[in-house]
Structures are given as C-alpha cells and as structure tokens.
C-alpha cells in the first residue's frame, strides 16, 4: 500500500479509537481476540492488511518517540521559549493524544484512614475503642 499523508493521518485516527490498543488502562487492553478484531476493523477501513497497519503504526510510534525526545532535550532551565523545539513532523499533533496515556493514576491507599476521630477500613471501623465490622 502506498501511504499518503492523508491515509496515514486516518490511519492514526482510527488507531486513536481503538483505545484498546494503546491504552494500557482500557478494560479490554489485554484481551488479544479484542485488539485483533480492533486492527481487522482499521485494516478494512484503509483497504489493506492487518500486518501493514501495524508495521505503519509501529514506525509512527517510533517516529513521535523520537520528536517527543527533542522537545523533551530543549527544554531545560535558562532557556527562551523561543530556544524549545516544536515539532514540525505533520503527523506529531495528531498523536499527541499518546502523551498522557502514561500518566499515573490517583492511588488508592491501603492503610486505614482516620475520619472523624474513627479509623475506617474497607471491612471495619473502629469507635471508641471497639471494632466494628462493615457488612
């Protein structure tokens, strides 16, 4: 297939949709029947094959690794804004969407928290001295 700027702007927005693909947090992210049915879907939408969108992606990815890492290197203490890099790729704002796909998550304690003079746990609270079990 020959990959023109538009197909492969397509490409990267049918690949944004299938979240399941690149989104280690989507519910299906592990599910490989449900990622390959994802990449059948997109191959079908650009009329070619599972193998090459993925090949094509695989370089994109890469391609925006390597821009992101210049932006990233420009910018440091003591510098203008007019010394950072800003991508001039055609295809690095359309992926941006892959920079926040590894941002941490809210954590969840697993120590008891302390709410109104009680200790709560998911299974008990404690009151006055005495342990209460959450049914």
Partial sequence: MEWTEDTILLL?????HQECLWNAKHSLYYNKLRKYDSWVQIAAELNTTVEECKKKITNLLSAFRREKAKVKKSIGTGKGSDEIYESNWFAYKNMEFLLDKNCPRETLSTFPSIQGGHFYDAH???SNGRRYEIA
């Fill in 12 to 16: 990267i927005n049918l690949y944004r």
């Fill in 124 to 126: 008990w609270y404690i």
